[in-house]
């Protein structure tokens, strides 16, 4: 457990890939929850509850919650770059038992071409695709 927890710590200094996909992920669930504010204050007063709800076909009696503690959100965000990263490092390793299903695998390879790849400009394609991978 030790050893698969480690795959999930903050990326090193020195890993610029790793930073990259870290600082993105982070990025792209703070403007998630910047979207989720924009629809309370365009008066959508249904998408909470539906964002609660387990069930595909009925909202929930209960909205989602819309304050969530600053610190609490940080470390929120934190736990999904962490599991995102460990997605990205164990799809690196050539003999991994995590099985990921065709499209998680598909936007891993993807991944890798942009990390992999000499653009400068790769942010923009890369959240795409860690967004697709979260989903």
């Known amino acids: 457990m030790n050893e698969l927890h480690a795959f999930t710590d903050p990326p090193e200094a020195t890993t610029a890939e790793e930073k990259l996909i870290w600082d993105v992920v982070g990025k792209s669930v703070k403007r998630c929850w910047e979207g989720f ?3 309370l204050e365009r008066d959508w007063d249904l998408i909470p ?3 609660w709800s387990v069930t595909l076909e009925k909202e929930d009696t209960k909205p989602f919650r819309t304050y969530i503690a600053p610190d609490t959100l940080s470390h929120y965000i934190s736990y999904w770059q962490s599991y995102i990263l460990f997605c ?5 390793l050539k003999d991994t038992q995590v099985e990921f ?3 998680q695998f598909q936007n891993l390879i993807a991944i890798q071409c942009i ?3 000499d ?3 790769k ?3 890369l959240e795409t695709l ?3 991978l979260s989903v």
């Not at 990205?88 to 690196?92: E, G, K, L, Q």
């Open 37 to 39: 504010h924009d629809c």
């Open 49 to 51: 509850f539906w964002l």
């Open 88 to 92: 990205y490092r164990m799809f690196s």
């Open 101 to 103: 299903t065709t499209s």
């Open 115 to 117: 990390i992999d790849s």
């Open 119 to 121: 653009d400068e400009d």
């Open 123 to 125: 942010a923009e394609e």
């Open 130 to 132: 860690l967004f697709k």
